[in-house]
């Protein structure tokens, strides 16, 4: 590990006394680190040393704990004017340039990737989302029938999918497993907007996306494009030809004896 060097904006003198006192920086670490014996086997060599400020030294030495390695323990000392003995300011634990450190932190609204969210867990929607806008129909006078048909039509909802949520919702799906670019869209010649199996989707969004209702098809019950295709497409049949009738064979080099019983009055 290289030892440390004071930066150019550093200016002050070092001082002697604050300097040459490594021993009581690294008894200071070692108490800091677990005391004499668990600690002394976490302190290794002493790496330098920088110059903080007026009779303000920090003194660095090297971690032997194996679950920090490339850590480099920091012990900070001064000494009032004029006295001859130095008083440990701090004892802290710094990541060198080849220590394992944590990730820089990301808010957990950032973290959540799409599949993370298991049973039970909520993921809330922020006010702003700009995915959503206000669904402006007012239903709370309205009588039953008309309910039942603001039901149907997907209306009376507080919030509704924004035109900018729908395109990024298209381009997504567009580019994903189910749309035209995947490798079996583009392996055979049958598309989605020609299959019986396809369910076009409501609103505007129908123009170019449906539901797959073929069980033995990949795209089953997943949104996919009018231009996705697969092989299970309903048009790809395939013409069987009739098996050829044997004719009828008959075997003339023998016959079989019927007996008859006669009747009664004969």
């Known amino acids: 590990m290289t030892p440390v ?8 003198k070092p001082d002697a006394i604050c300097v040459a006192a490594v021993e009581p920086a690294r008894e200071a670490a070692i108490a800091q680190a677990g005391g004499a014996r668990a600690g002394a086997a976490q302190v290794g060599e002493h790496l330098g040393h920088l110059v903080e400020g007026e009779r303000l030294v920090t003194h660095y030495f ?36 080849d220590s394992v450190v944590a990730p820089e932190w990301v808010p957990w609204s950032e973290r959540v990737q799409p599949g993370d969210l298991r049973p039970g867990d909520l993921f809330p929607t922020h006010p702003d989302d700009p995915r959503l806008e206000p669904g402006f129909t007012d239903t709370a006078d309205a009588p039953e029938d008309v309910l039942t048909v603001v039901e149907e039509l997907g209306l009376g909802r507080e919030r509704v999918l924004s035109q900018f949520g729908r395109e990024e919702a298209a381009e997504r799906w567009y580019a994903g497993d189910f749309g035209p670019a995947s490798p079996i869209a583009q392996a055979v010649p049958y598309k989605c907007h020609s299959c019986g199996y396809w369910i076009r989707l409501a609103d505007s969004l129908g123009q ?33 030809a009739e098996p050829p009738t044997p004719d009828h064979a008959f075997d003339t080099t023998g016959y079989d004896t019927l007996e008859l019983a006669e009747q009664a009055g004969e």
Do not use: Q
């Not at 009032?80 to 701090?90: L, Q, Y």
């Open 5 to 12: 060097k004071a930066p150019e904006s550093v200016r002050a």
């Open 208 to 240: 170019a996306f449906g539901v797959c209702a073929n069980e033995m098809a990949p795209g089953e019950a997943h949104v996919v494009a009018y231009d996705y295709g697969c092989g299970a497409h309903s048009d790809a049949t395939i013409d069987l």
């Open 62 to 97: 090297a971690s032997a704990h194996p679950g920090y390695r490339g850590w480099r323990w920091a012990v900070t000392l001064t000494r009032a004017s004029r006295a001859k003995t130095v008083t440990i300011n701090e004892v802290v634990m710094l990541p060198g340039d």
